[in-house]
Nanobody, 124 residues
Framework: VQLQASGGGLVQTGGSLRLSCAAS??????????WGWFRQAPGKEREFVAG???????DYADYVEGRFTISRDNAKNTVYLQMNSLKPEDTAVYYC?????????????????WGQGTLVTVSS
């Protein structure tokens, strides 16, 4: 299984970025999986950012609600994270992950497969 994340970069406060994560060689159909985006800033633990269930219901952490949008394209085995109104505190390495279990979770421990991460830096 391979998850390839892309789209990170350097942006000014208030700017936007769109992250993508494409999965390949999944053992089961991506239709049955939940997807999540997480992030990890230097010296901090990995934290939940956004998730999208296999039924397309979305879920956001409070600190990104209203600014970030997660979406998925099952035909392309790809999930996206549109990030608007970025703040310096959004600076982190962003990771995508998939969870093949039936129950949706925000915990990174419940996700089976992980991408390599893409760095997002928001300058003030």
């Amino acid at each position: 299984v391979q998850l390839q994340a892309s789209g990170g970069g350097l942006v000014q406060t208030g700017g936007s970025l769109r992250l993508s994560c494409a999965a390949s060689r999944l053992p089961i159909s991506s239709y049955t999986m939940h997807w999540g985006w997480f992030r990890q800033a230097p010296g901090k633990e990995r934290e939940f950012v956004a998730g999208i269930r296999r039924n397309f219901v979305t879920d956001y952490a409070d600190y990104v609600e209203g600014r970030f949008t997660i979406s998925r394209d099952n035909a392309k085995n790809t999930v996206y994270l549109q990030m608007n109104s970025l703040k310096p505190e959004d600076t982190a390495v962003y990771y995508c992950a998939v969870d093949s279990s039936p129950t949706y979770s925000r915990s990174p421990h419940d996700y089976n497969y992980w991408g390599q991460g893409t760095l997002v830096t928001v300058s003030s």
